[in-house]
């Protein structure tokens, strides 16, 4: 029904007629999800079709047997210098960094990690600061596992310092911070060096606090130049803070993102301590997977150039995001968008109180983004202004299609508020 | 030195000079892990070396690419007999069915199961029924989580059935009870069909006790005969008890040992809270090696197929060990062993007392066997009396002069007494 003030606004006219067009084209697109599509993960169809013949790692091991808790020497030597981890201190295990994340997280509520005095199932909270916008996936298993989560502002840098500094250093319930260092998810930030410095020297309440440097996108970059971060073990432990710090990383988003391999470094306490649990878990990793990694990615250069063919079939989808955003939205108050230089995705911010109308307008129109809220811990971004757009899992036509109707469901939103 | 008391007893003198002998020898032969041989692991060669061009599974699934939580189904579909799980009940995971079992007890510590009143780890005491001899790694899990172990003697047929319903119906801190329903680690027991249904059916004073049902080596036969135990999940969920069970497998025994696939099995109810854990630790399993595997073993008679070229290569050691044991021990007080119709183990029970003596002169003579004490929890046999042999890992030439060794050791340890 129209109402009489709307008789006199043709710009709600054409938005209505525009996404009652984009309705009747019936459309079945996805942009929910940071994942490889199909193209990308043929790049390492090598790791699938090249016969494993010789089964024995450098050392002589057997891979196919059990054991090697920390994962094979060769697949972590090439993946030292890419996380900033030493050789020793870095494991290698199974397909999932998040596993590793999870189980870090359960290990210390379940068993007294190095520098604390109980079990964080013993602690009246647990905290986590979670920067938003973050990882939804970060902040899930927080829930899932009781602990609480504290949001901090993202800058162009990395976390608001000045608000962290005083958060951990009042509070020895505050444990932890998630942090996605480089092209982090979502808005594609890269922490600055002085972020670092601060999270790696900072004063904490708890003597247990620990930072989840979860450097998923350490080799992901979407333009010439591969942007570096600072060394947060290295600094933290410079500052006689050796054991602040968990790095994680993965293959998911290099190989396989379903069958690759994760990563855990540490300080050799820490990875003590994380040993010692994972022994009465697991006989080990799968280590014939390490190996068919080790060769088809055979060191740090390989995957580098690995990575390169990536950028190739990603960067014109990010290129399309942006382009349509640009045509649409350069002038429109309340509107913007980042451009990463790296990573899995790309942020569109739009006026306070309409990202979920825009999302359930996309959803009406076959088009799946992910939930507004979702970058946000228990899925409120109290703004309501947060999307999370991830143009790599769809051909190019289809990003281009779908962020052109997204650009047609935002467009109605601002003008029917 | 010779005592007075020695000088006439030449059984003494033999027993030395033999063990003297066997130390001159030199050797180094390992008797201590449940691992296949490489003979075993080439077995499955193809799972290694048959190219995985097509990566599509039976639905479409591209298996390269995250999700999937549940695992693959036509693998599923191939263990639901073997494991006797309905399929819809039935999940395939990674490499590893002790990490199942590891998280669906630290789950329990840390999220509300079914039936479940707290979280355990919000409960006074968890405690585990563990029958002895057991399998360390169970009991070494549950110490590293803080969950107390009762010991329940086992028979032939089983645990003890009167002692373990005596004490789960007095206590509701006890929340569970380890069981390896087929070929038992170490003493190769068959779960009679009349415990099984005693364990489904008895009550029990804590409304979230659950067993866990390892059934390691549920198609790992050592004779024509192809034993079957009975369908737990299925008793259980007849007596109004369908959450009590989770029911644990894997191909470690089958295809690679540290590259094989777990499966755990459960009510729909349990099988969703395992879910809704897992789906915050991970993105899903490895579903290429889901697809190895299902193509390689094709279905359940493929695998009875398989585990026949097992049997030829490992029921000669088993033969040796009984051998060896037989020749020089049948009229022997006080030992015995077990003649395993399946499974990984001989248990070699000795005099009161002794087990640790022949484990140490063993060691020394270069011959590794399982510290003794590992098949009860703490590392504590009360008896000293319990030596696991496991005699699938050497050769056979290397099991028979193990063996020959360790029966110098037990007459020497029996001498000395």
Known sequence: MTSPADLARPDLDDARQAYADLKAAGMSLDLTRGKPSSAQLDLAAALLTEPLTDHRAADGTDTRNYGGLTGLKELREI???????????????????????????????????????????????????????????????????????????????????????????????????????????????????????????????????????????????????EHEIADVLALATEAGHADRVFVFGSTSKITLAGAGVSFLGASQANVAWWLAVAGKRSIGPDKTNHLRHARFLRDADGVKAHMRKHREIIEPKFAAVEDVLSRNFADTPGVSWSQPRGGYFVTLTVPDGTATEIVRLAKEAGIALTPAGSTHPYGEDPEDRTIRLAPTFPVLDEVQRAMEGVAVCVKLALVQR
Request: charged content about 20%; glycine content about 6%.
């Open 79 to 225: 993946f030292a210098p890419v996380l900033q981890v030493p050789v020793d201190q870095l494991i290698a295990f199974g397909n999932s960094s998040l596993e590793l994340m999870y189980e870090t997280v359960a290990q210390a509520l379940l068993t007294v990690m190095p520098g604390a005095a109980h079990r964080w199932a013993d602690e009246e909270r647990v905290v986590f600061l979670a920067p938003v916008p973050g990882y939804d996936r970060h902040f899930a298993l927080c829930e899932k596992l009781g602990v609480e989560l504290v949001t901090v502002p993202m800058t162009a840098d990395g976390p608001d310092m000045d608000v962290v500094e005083q958060l951990v250093a009042g509070d020895p319930a505050i444990k932890g911070i998630w942090c996605v260092p480089k092209y982090s998810n979502p808005d594609g930030a890269i922490y600055s060096d002085e972020v670092s410095r601060r999270l790696a020297t900072m004063s904490t309440a708890a003597p247990d606090f620990r930072i989840f440097w979860d450097n998923a996108y350490a080799v992901h970059h979407l333009t010439d130049t």
